[in-house]
Structure formats: C-alpha cells, structure tokens
C-alpha cells in the first residue's frame, strides 16, 4: 500500500516534494455475487505468465517527486530503537549474499542505498526498462529501510535493516501514470505475477510486495479474473524456489475496507495466499495497532508502520526525511503505512536467510511468528497484528519449537524466585506451614517455661 493521508506531527524538520503521492492499488474487474469463501481456490496450472514484464505505456500526468539534497533528521528512529536490528549488525549479520526484489515503484539510486546496491529488474511502466528510476518516492522508501547504509553524518545512526543486501528493483506500478480513457493507473494483478516471476528467476531470495490488491472475498475466491489465478501461481512457483514472499496487509481507503475481525468481507491480494506469504500490518509509536491497517485472517506479524524516518525517495535526495508531500496539492504529512511496516520484516527475513541458508521459506515465516511479541487472544493471536509485533534478535537467535532436535535450544536463565514455588503441591506446602508452626510454638513454650522458673525461683529466694 502507499502513503496515508497526512496528519500534523511535532515541529520536525520535514521534506517539502513536489509529486503528489497517493495508496497504491492494484484493482481487477468486478466479478458477479458468489457465496463467500475465506481462502483461495484450487489452482489452475494452465493460467500461467512469463517473466517478461508488460509494458503498459500510460502517460505520465505529473512530474517526478524530487529530493531536498542535505536533508537530516536529528534523531535515531523509534522504529529503529524498538526493533533493535543493529545487534545482529554487530554479530556479524548484515544481509550479506541476500537479493531481496523491491516489486513496487522503481528506486532511485540514493547514496545512502550505496554504489551498486541496486539492480534493475525492469519496468512494466515506461519502454526504457529502467528499474532504477523512481517518480513516487514509494519504491525507494522501501528500499531504504531494508538496506540503507549507516549515516555517515553520525547525527542519527539511521541504518537499514540488512545493509549489506542488495536491492533488485521491479518498477510495476505507479499513481503518476494514468491511463486517459480509464483513468486507471498502471499495474494489475497479471502484471504483479509477472514481476514476481521476473525476481524468481533473477536470483531473489527474499520478495518485498509493498502493494496490493483489495477485493471482495466474492471476487478473490471465484478467481473470475485470470490475473487472481496468475498471481497465485506466480507465488507458490517462488516459495517452491526458497523464496521467502513479505506482504503489506494493506491500507484502508478506496477498495480496502476495513475487515471485521473474523469476519473479513475484502479480501487483499497477494496476503490472501496465506500458506506462501508473510502478511504485515502496522502498529504505531505505543505499539498499538494502526487506525489504516486493514485486518484478516491473513495477517501474521506486525511492524512499525507510523511516523517513520526514510531515506530521502526524491529525485537528487541524499539525506533523511520525516515528512513528505502527499496529494495534488502536496501537503506535507507523515511517513506511514502498511507499505513501511512491511520491509522491516523483509530485512529480518534477508538476516535469517543469511544466518540460516537451509531453512525452507515456511520454516523463515515461522520463526518470524512464533519469536514475535504475541498479543492477547487465541492461540497468541489476531487478525489485526496476527502473532504480534516482530522481534528482530529473537527470531535469529532463539530455537523455535518445530526446529528442535535439530539445533541445540537455547540454555534458560534459572530464576530463583516466587516462580520457583510448585504451586500445585498443597500436601508439601501444608506440611511446610505445619512444620513452621510447630517451630513457632516452641520457641513460645520454651520462652513461658524459662520465665515460669525464674518467677518459681524468686518466690523461693523471698521466703527465706
């Protein structure tokens, strides 16, 4: 999903950017009324799509988002000191020898991604097949919170999650390219598959999907459009290859709605594909859960989504942002969404990935969900921040249950405290009190026998 609309925040010194950024949406057709059905159908092998991107040449409607060069922000993130991602940075884990594919606006090649840190994967936008060019400033933001190198300017510390990873950029889709008659914007459901195809066979290891698809649960379950159909074959052709798939839950607005826990009416394309992919929604700064993060039973694990610092996304931006500009009139407002919530989890799967190269794509999500801050509820969780709150150092370092017997648990600390006390055995407990009541009375007996002599003996010594 893209950017929400702005709200004020604290005098920060923020980014004034001259493109309007809106939320990123792919959208299908209509499909007629059928009984709902929470989960996708059966596959359809025959509804296959290359890893040719499709070029959609919509012109473009307004200009290229550009940067403030110099920009900073006095101050490490909050996201950043929550997550505490730099302690595997100084384990030795970087993200080194990971590709994770950015399918989303293009990216820019902002200098604090480093020289090189970016690959273009093409672009189903424009014909020049330039990966690397991003007008929307969305695709970069991403790109930076998984692999942006350390501020050298030594004021904040800012700092991706795997810096050493490199970034393989899949333009598909943009809100600044319009299609005249239709006024939809480029890329759609077949155009996702295809870049899911195209980073496959590019050599990613992990996938970063900062966009979806909002649909009603009639639509996504009948698979009417061939694009739904394409998508999840495209997903489960990757997971099959060891890929690990990161996808933002989405965001309310436009075709998103917000689902009743348990009760979902829209359905959010590709998290919809639960078994293959890894569903991230947003909690803000108190840890509690976005007001825009659309819920479902697809959700598994959260991440900071509000208020966030980035990399500056804008043409010629070489510094940090808190702000940007949203809208046609490019109102200054703050950096969130289920879109920013989502690479943080891609970073923490590219560390796993590089600490644990033989780990299968579900075995990754598990750690991830099963070492995350779980919420109250059943099973540990819900369909609004799914396991809860990711925690980056416990999935690296932690054995999770399904993995022992193959890897040494971890030894536990012994607490030596009111923890320690076997609750459940009332016989031992009540013999403890009994025993100390009887040490009691004695000592009580003993002292009224001790003074009974004394009071005898000084009877005696008067009647002398």
């Known amino acids: 999903m893209g950017f929400k609309h702005p709200r004020s925040r604290g005098a920060r010194r923020g980014l004034a950017l001259c493109a309007a950024v809106g939320v990123l949406g792919l959208s299908g057709p209509a499909a007629p009324a059928l009984a709902q059905q929470v989960g996708p159908p059966r596959l359809d092998p025959s ?15 307004q200009g290229c988002m550009n940067g403030s060069p110099g920009s900073t922000i006095p101050e490490k993130p909050w996201s950043q000191l929550v997550l505490g991602f730099e302690r595997a940075h100084e384990l030795g884990l970087t993200g080194a020898s990971q590709k994770v594919a950015v399918i989303d606006t293009g990216v820019n090649n902002q200098p604090l991604l480093g020289a090189g840190a970016v690959e273009s994967g093409g672009t189903s936008i424009t014909s020049d097949g ?11 933001i991403v790109a930076g919170i998984i692999s942006a190198d350390p501020d050298q300017s030594g004021e904040t510390g800012y700092v991706g999650v795997a810096p050493d990873a490199q970034i393989l950029s899949i333009r598909q889709t943009s809100n600044l390219f319009v299609d005249d008659q239709t006024n939809a914007t480029v890329g759609t459901t077949e155009t996702m598959a295809q870049a899911i195809n195209l980073a496959a066979d590019r050599g990613a290891t992990v996938i970063n999907i900062s966009q979806s698809s909002c649909q009603s649960i009639a639509q996504a379950s009948s698979y009417s459009d061939s694009g739904n159909q394409m998508l999840h074959n495209a997903v ?3 997971n099959n290859q060891g890929i690990v798939i990161v996808a933002a839950a989405g965001n309310v607005g436009g075709n998103c709605q917000k689902n009743s826990p348990g009760s979902p009416s829209t359905a959010v394309l590709p998290a919809w594909f639960d078994d293959e992919v890894l569903t991230v929604a947003s909690v803000n700064q108190q840890g509690a859960p976005s007001e825009f993060t659309v819920p479902g039973p697809w959700v598994d694990v959260a991440a900071p989504g509000e208020n966030l610092i980035a990399i500056d996304p804008g043409v010629g931006g070489n510094g940090l942002v808190s702000q940007i500009a949203e809208g046609e009139k490019g109102e200054m407002g703050p950096i969130q969404g289920t879109s920013f919530a989502a690479p943080y989890v891609s970073g923490v799967a590219a560390l796993i990935k590089e600490k644990y190269p033989d780990l299968k794509p579900e075995q990754v999500m598990d750690r991830i969900k099963t070492t995350a801050l779980h919420p109250g509820g059943a099973n540990g969780r819900n369909d609004i921040v799914g396991y809860g709150m990711i925690d980056a150092m416990a999935a690296l370092q932690d054995v999770v249950p399904a993995e022992h017997g193959k890897l040494e648990a971890p030894k536990k600390p012994t607490h030596l405290a009111a923890d320690a006390l076997q609750q459940k055995d009332f016989p031992a407990i009540i013999v403890a009190i009994g025993g100390a009541g009887a040490g009691i009375a004695g000592i009580v007996f003993t002292a009224f026998l001790a003074n009974a002599v004394r ?3 000084s009877r005696a010594r008067q009647n002398r």
């Open 47 to 61: 509804q296959q799509t290359g890893s040719s991107l499709k070029v959609q040449n919509f012109p473009q409607k």
């Open 130 to 140: 330039r990966g690397t060019q991003d007008c929307d400033g969305h695709g970069t």
């Open 236 to 238: 489960i052709r990757a």
């Open 455 to 457: 009071s005898v003996r």
